[in-house]
């Protein structure tokens, strides 16, 4: 599973940004900023499909 999975996953489950948030980092072993730039690119792309 990549992080694009899990956010896609969490999301999904109605899960709240802070709480991906702290998913991403403890499961992938990330600092903040880096979690944080997986959810923006997660944004971007399903904003991108919408449009």
Not at 16 to 45: C, G, W
């Amino acid at each position: 599973m990549d992080p694009m999975d899990l956010i896609r996953d969490k999301f999904s489950q109605d899960c709240s940004i802070e709480t991906v948030l702290h998913l991403v980092m403890s499961h992938f072993d990330l600092p903040e900023e880096e979690a944080q730039a997986k959810i923006d690119e997660y944004f971007r792309i399903v904003e991108g499909y919408s449009e």
